[in-house]
């Protein structure tokens, strides 16, 4: 094989490996956005994506959630899911701060964040690390989802990064509730944002459609003596 073949060969075959689509969707809420405490079943919004690749490689999810009108939000009220088209669940935010230890957790009000599990530190214990609150009281940065389904355990067996792999297309639901009395807090937007890639099938096909090809094409230039 002459080496510029050999060259555009092995470019070509790369392609479907390297090649990446960006999604990202979000929403900005108006009234009617409070989340009652625990007597309602929670507020509960959906965003629908629509994408090119069909395996999610990265997953982000933003929250802005603030204090309702006349009152202050109180963070380890709330309790935050996420779940995506097939129905998998995430745990994004659980009564942050409430241990066997804290029955109380943290007072904060509300979140301006990014929840992502790739960062250092998850949320539900924020502050036992370095992080910040704006002047709305919120707190700010990117954190690893709490991924508790018992606010009390230390389990994280629901955390974002279980959803990576699976197929971003379609309806995605926010589930937000408030599980105390008192304090309300309201949820101002949210968004998903995050990178796909074609299923491995699919990209096998593809590589090897363009591997016949490159060997015809090959063949066809080769001179005999």
């Known amino acids: 094989m002459k080496p510029h073949f050999a060259l555009l060969a ?16 979000s929403e900005t809420l108006g009234s009617g956005n409070t989340i009652n405490d625990p007597t309602d079943p929670g507020l509960a919004r959906v965003l629908t994506v629509s994408t090119p690749g069909n395996q999610l490689t990265d997953l982000s999810i933003t929250l802005d959630i603030g204090s309702a009108d006349g009152n202050t939000a109180w963070n380890s ?3 935050v899911q ?11 935010i659980n009564r942050t701060g409430l241990t066997p230890l804290n ?26 690390v370095s992080y910040t ?9 990117t954190w690893k989802s709490d991924g508790r389904a018992d606010a009390l355990g230390d389990t994280r067996g629901s955390a974002l ?3 990576v792999g699976t197929n971003p297309n379609g ?55």
């Open 10 to 25: 092995a470019s070509v075959l790369a392609l479907p490996f390297t090649h990446a689509a960006v999604f990202s969707v």
């Open 77 to 79: 009220d709330l309790y």
């Open 82 to 92: 996420l779940s995506s088209p097939s129905g998998a669940l995430a745990v994004l």
């Open 103 to 128: 029955g109380d957790g943290y007072s904060d009000a509300g979140f301006s964040v990014t929840i992502n599990d790739g960062a250092a530190d998850d949320i539900h214990l924020y502050q036992t």
């Open 133 to 141: 609150l704006n002047g709305a009281g919120q707190l700010t940065g």
């Open 161 to 163: 990064a279980g959803l």
């Open 171 to 225: 309806d995605w639901t926010l589930l937000v509730a408030d599980l105390a009395s008192g304090n309300l807090a309201k949820l101002n937007g949210w968004g998903i944002s995050g990178t796909t890639v074609p299923e491995p099938a699919a990209t096998a096909v593809f590589s090897g459609l363009v591997m016949l090809a490159t060997a015809r094409w090959l063949r066809r230039g080769r001179t005999v003596v």
